[in-house]
């Protein structure tokens, strides 16, 4: 049986959920996201029990998290692990070379990873991102520098980042 390990995080955007196998981080949204249940559904259907009790990569994430809102963190350490199709873990890698601070386009993106017709299928595979801020699907934003498409809600990616000194209208 294996086992799965959940910790809720208060944050200065609302409260955040996350949940790790013993090496690695599954999960991590805010309660109210869009895609919350779904995702969770999808972790917890691989699992067999599931402990409250904190884990390594739990306590990890935790330090990460404080240093993150404090604006002290710029990239996340806690190791990771994707689960999706293979097209989704593409576009969820290509957004870990977007660094704190920075953003691209949907359309950035797809070039990037040589898909330029794949715009709507990249945005897509970065809603459907499990590891909220760890994974900056945050950082990406229509070309038109619109701050669309983030299941955690606009205002969040507008303050996320704001957190990272980028300030852009929606």
Partial sequence: MKLLYTKSYDTPLGKMVAFANQDALLMLDFEDSKY????????????????????????????????????????????????????????????????FGEYRSYQSQADTMKRPKSVRAVANANSRNKLCLVIPCHRVIGKNLSLTGYAGGIERKAALLKLEGIELEF
């Fill in 36 to 99: 919350f249940e779904k995702h969770f559904e999808e972790i917890s259907s691989q699992y067999g029990v599931i402990k409250k009790t904190g884990n390594k990569v739990l306590s990890l994430l935790d330090k990460e998290l404080k240093q993150y809102f404090k604006g002290k963190l710029k990239g996340f350490t806690v190791p990771v692990e994707f689960s999706g199709t293979d097209f989704q873990k593409k576009v969820w890698q290509e957004l870990q070379n977007i660094h």
